[in-house]
């Protein structure tokens, strides 16, 4: 029997919308005010989803004190209060869209959790603005 247990975090980042390719005018067609040279920030939440059997023993998933740990360590010591474009290395070459954060995620905590067990991630850059990845 299959079933999913969720984690909600939160995290305040600044970034940066823009590919360093194009003209500040490109930039700012496609980005809009995302382009801003000075950076905005948004208040993200995140939805960590594990789902897999339940343990016979313990009744559980995933301990969920285990999955708390994980989240607080890979992802929101490392993206709070950050700007991401200039603070995380992952965003140094990777344009920090909602999109791509909700990868990076994935990719972190993914190496942190038993394989065994299915990971999916909905990222809220704004309360009606919400991605979400499996890792397909």
Known sequence: ??????????????????????????????????????????????????????????????????LKKIIQVEIEDQFDHKNLNEEVLEFASLNPTAENISVVIWNKLRVKIDVKLDLSVTLYETPRNFVNYSGN
Not at 18 to 25: C, F, G, L, Q, V
Not at 37 to 46: A, K, R, T, V
């Open 1 to 66: 029997m299959k079933v999913t247990v969720n984690r909600k975090a939160h995290f305040n980042a600044a970034h940066r919308l823009y590919n360093n390719a194009w003209t500040d005018a490109r930039n700012a067609e496609v980005f809009g005010k995302c382009a801003n040279p000075n950076y905005h920030g948004h208040n993200y939440e995140l939805i960590v989803s594990v789902t897999g059997d339940i343990h016979p023993e313990t009744g559980f998933v995933m301990d969920m004190k285990i």
